[in-house]
């Protein structure tokens, strides 16, 4: 190998190297999770996934349940072409641990421009924490294609 | 000097070739499938750009339906098609160039005819079967049994051709025991047994898990199953886009410049770790639940891995590319980017994709960064990253070698060249402006793959301007598009009679080794094995603990 080329491959490694110790340090100290396998939806055999959903808890209850000071969860089933619930209040600076699957297709839970962008797909069990430290009113957007209204699935979050 | 030229050669026999007349005519025939469907992508494409700008056009063609039919069709006739086509032309042709040997016509005949086959039912199944799934079909999204079919023919094109090429490479071998193989044959052989290895996972999805599934033979599917499948193919799928690029960019390109390939050792090391490094389709998961973090962190690292084939693919193009600007008289450290010869409109084409896979290729880290990812996913910031990439890289390199290719297998001069070398500058320019408004949308929250131009909500602030950006540069490439075909038909029609004495193939500098470890580079089922290893590795764990399928999936037809 030519000397240049060594000096080069060295300068990418160690490039490559800073970047990838920047996503662990923001994962391991800033907390900056990505969903994983946290629970599926089980089908009992001659029921359909829509009643599972429906008897699993906590999907029997969608919807904003206090938990702690400050700690709240939120309860969210999409489905074409909505979410339930879609328009949601969330008081200033609380952790919102949330807590979503789908009905019937894959569907995207992205609160815009911030982080919470997670799939739903049908049988799994999305978890994903937030914090709410901006006041305002957020747009929900479903950004997983979803069939011919999977644009007007929408919601809000109003924080304050 | 004459041993120098033979051990140094790319190819078997570096003075004489004849392309057989059988032969010509089926390459020549998957080109023009392959840049015919390009030409209704495109146009698909432009609907889409002014989508974004808000601006509704699908009313006024109501064949295509809707905007998600259209946005479905743009998918698989560019992604599938056009470079599966293309690919299947141009890497059957460096095959046979670089043994010296015919390749099977029954095999070449046959992956024309899957092609056509599989592209007529795919776009049946499309428009006529109402199959708007985009062209990840996802489940439970369901297609009509002809789109699943003309996947699998598309595919089957695909595996025509590396047949074809490995039952030449044993014939090949077996006339010469001792011989390294060809560096162009080795690169275009092992661009498509990586593909081999990598279509395995949506084969097996599309033929036993959808198709049985679309024919009422199963009672549902299994979504997070069948996404795995799908991204187990869905990645690898780029470096099936992306080597047969490579391919020009190392032995035709440095050729057209008047420059030399570096070294061979590199490019066998190169096409080796694309090989390797198949599975890695996790990271296209990262935002995904019922996938743990194991499989998503090794994606990561892995993909980090990717990275440095290119970089030495960077490397050498660009080494090649210096060495030929000096030779034709350039001074300085940047004089000879002056002296290339950016008038040929194939070369200028394919410069301008190498400086677009830049940022195409810095935004490809950006996604494969893990929790960076959650700021990007899905929004319109991926496609601003993939049209650099295979958008630009791969579909204007493309461009450039149909400026060589097309006229060298009709045996037609090329028309127009004084028009078309200002095609590859509009595209290269548009691809910036699109893909500028789409990332700067995607930051905003703007999703991809959505009728933006109907949503029941205000466009949040800066999306219009994203949307707009997006719609001017969209119609820049199509305009250079339309540039391009012109002079494409107009040389087929109307080119002068001139028949080229061969494609353009660069020497090599550091010739192969013909004893020691460098040996174990064409010892293929070694590597093989080891990217098996690694997929074991990475996949095995999930498909124990996920088998059987949970078939829980409902169809669902949402038109
Ligand atoms: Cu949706």
């Known amino acids: 190998m030519d000397k240049l080329e060594r000096i080069y491959l060295w300068i990418a490694t160690v490039m490559l190297g800073i970047f990838m110790m920047a996503i662990i340090y923001s994962t391991l100290v800033l907390s900056i999770r990505i969903p994983s396998d946290k629970g599926k939806i089980i089908v009992k055999p001659g029921e359909s996934l829509v009643q599972s959903v429906f008897q699993t808890p906590p999907f029997d209850h969608p919807g904003l349940y206090k938990r702690g000071e400050k700690e709240y969860e939120l309860v969210i089933v999409g489905q074409a072409w909505a979410f339930n619930p879609a328009d949601i209040e969330i008081p200033l600076n609380s952790t919102v641990r949330i807590k979503a699957t789908s009905l019937d297709l894959q569907h995207g839970f992205y609160i815009a421009s911030t982080p919470v962008n997670i799939m739903l797909i049908p049988g799994e069990i999305t978890v994903f924490e937030y914090k709410f430290k901006k006041a305002g009113s957020y747009r929900i957007i479903c950004n997983e294609y979803c069939g011919m209204l999977h644009h007007a699935m929408t919601g809000t979050i109003t924080v304050k | 000097m004459k041993t120098t030229l033979t051990a140094y050669s790319v190819v078997q026999h570096p003075l004489h070739f004849d392309l057989c007349e059988i032969d010509r005519k089926l ?50 006739l560019n992604g599938f098609v056009f470079p599966f086509a293309a690919s299947n032309g141009f890497l059957s042709l460096t095959t046979i160039r670089g043994l010296g040997l015919r390749m099977p016509p029954f095999l070449l005949f046959l992956s024309l005819f899957s092609l056509i086959v599989g592209t007529g039912l795919s776009f049946y199944g499309i428009l006529f079967g109402n199959s708007a799934v985009l062209y990840t079909f996802y489940v439970p999204m369901r297609a009509h049994w002809s789109f699943y079919v003309g996947i699998a023919f598309l595919v089957i094109s695909t595996w025509a051709i590396s047949l074809a090429q490995l039952v030449t ?91 030399k390939l570096y070294s061979d050792l ?97 935004t490809g880290i950006m996604h494969a960064s893990v929790n960076m990812d959650l700021l990007l996913h899905n929004t319109s910031f991926l496609p601003g990253h993939f049209h650099l990439t295979v958008g630009a890289a791969v579909a204007l390199s493309l461009v450039g070698i149909a400026y060589w290719l097309v006229p060298y297998l009709t045996g037609k ?17 548009g691809v910036l402006i699109f893909s500028s408004g789409q ?53 087929i029609l109307f080119g002068l009679k001139e028949r080229q004495a061969d494609m353009p193939i660069a020497q090599l500098i550091h010739g192969p080794s013909l004893k020691g470890s460098q040996l174990i580079f064409d010892k293929i089922s070694y590597w093989v094995l ?30």
């Open chain 2, 27 to 76: 390459i020549l025939g998957m080109i023009l499938v392959g840049f015919g469907s390009l030409a209704l992508g495109v146009f698909l494409g432009l609907l889409q750009a002014f989508n974004y700008a808000g601006v509704g056009l699908y009313q006024f063609f109501p064949g295509l339906k809707s905007y998600y039919h259209g946005l479905t069709l743009h998918g698989v």
């Open chain 2, 266 to 362: 590199m490019v066998r090391s190169v096409f080796v770790a694309f090989l390797i490094l198949v599975p890695v389709g996790f990271h296209h998961q990262y935002a995904d639940p019922g996938i743990g973090l194991f499989y998503k962190w090794a994606a990561a690292v892995l993909t980090f891995g990717i990275a440095f084939p290119s970089l030495v693919t960077a490397f050498s193009v660009v080494y090649s590319l210096e060495m030929g600007g000096l030779s034709r008289g350039g001074k300085g450290i940047f004089g000879w980017v002056k002296q290339l010869p950016w008038k040929d409109p194939s070369v200028c084409a394919q410069i301008l994709a190498g400086l677009a896979f830049l940022p195409g290729g810095m």
């Open chain 2, 413 to 429: 001069k090329l028309w127009g060249r004084s028009v078309a070398r200002w095609q590859p500058w509009i595209y290269f320019f």
């Open chain 2, 439 to 491: 990332m700067s949308g995607g930051v905003l929250g703007m999703p991809r793959r959505t009728a933006l131009a109907l949503i029941p909500y205000e466009p949040l602030a800066g999306w219009k301007i994203s949307g707009t950006l997006t719609a001017i540069g969209g119609s820049l490439m199509f305009l250079s598009f339309l540039i391009f075909f012109f002079v494409m038909i107009m040389t």
């Open chain 2, 169 to 259: 490479l044993r014939k090949w071998k077996k006339e010469h025991p001792t011989d390294r193989i060809p560096l162009l044959a080795y690169a275009s052989i092992l661009t498509y047994i990586m593909w081999d290895i990598s279509s395995i996972g949506a084969a097996v999805e599309d033929l036993f898990l959808l198709l049985p599934w679309s024919l009422n033979l199963l009672p549902g599917s299994d979504a997070t199953l069948t996404r795995t499948l799908f991204w187990f193919t869905g990645h690898p799928i780029v470096y099936f886009w992306l080597l047969p690029v490579y391919v020009s960019w190392y032995f035709c390109l440095p050729a057209q410049v008047g420059a």
């Open chain 2, 530 to 559: 080891l990217c098996f290893a690694l997929i074991a590795l990475l996949y095995g764990p999930f498909l124990i603990t996920h088998l059987p399928p949970k078939l829980i999936c409902q169809p669902f037809q949402g038109f």
